[in-house]
């Protein structure tokens, strides 16, 4: 038995003496807000693709490509600078095509930074057709609301005291 816990010896209990924590049990938290007080980490932030993650991830496809073909030659019998001439040729084709490609197809749900790529794209498509500016903040509208009411109730309260 270890730091006194449980029964010093198990002998005559009719249980085996092994001691479990209480999974149930809800330890209190520590005073926390339930929502931030401050309104910047509650704004939505659009999540930015990792260029390199990208670009690693598009010359993998590329030598994957290679990689058949060469296993292909190999497999004919095909002499080695040949195999290298055709791999070097198909290896700079296809780079020559990725790069004015843009993304395509159906993106899987492990291809994190892809979907963010598309979201950001689609986004920037939805804000030019709706003709909103780059530089429109969320909630802006409501702001410019709250200053004009209060901009009215500072006139009134100086005209009363004009007044009285």
Do not use: C
Not at 8 to 31: A, E, I, K, M
Not at 32 to 42: H, L, R, T, V
């Amino acid at each position: 038995m270890s730091s006194n816990v449980g029964l010093t010896t198990p002998r005559g209990s009719g249980t085996s003496g092994y001691v479990q924590r209480n999974l149930s049990h809800l330890r209190p938290r520590d005073n926390i807000a339930p929502y931030p007080k401050d309104f910047e980490s509650i704004k939505h932030r659009q999540r930015q693709p990792d260029k390199e993650i990208l670009a690693h991830d598009k010359a993998r496809e590329i030598e994957v490509k290679v990689f058949d073909l060469r296993d292909k030659l190999e497999d004919e019998g095909v002499d080695e600078d040949e195999i290298e001439a055709r791999t070097d040729a198909l290896r700079k084709k296809l780079t020559a095509q990725t790069d004015g490609e843009k993304v395509g197809g159906r993106l899987k749900p492990h291809q994190v930074h892809e979907l963010a790529r598309a979201k950001i794209e689609e986004s920037e498509k939805l804000r030019k057709a709706l003709g909103i500016r780059e530089d429109y903040e969320e909630g802006s509208h409501w702001k410019k609301q709250e200053e004009r009411l209060r901009d009215s109730t500072l006139e009134r309260v100086r005209e009363e005291g004009k007044k009285g």
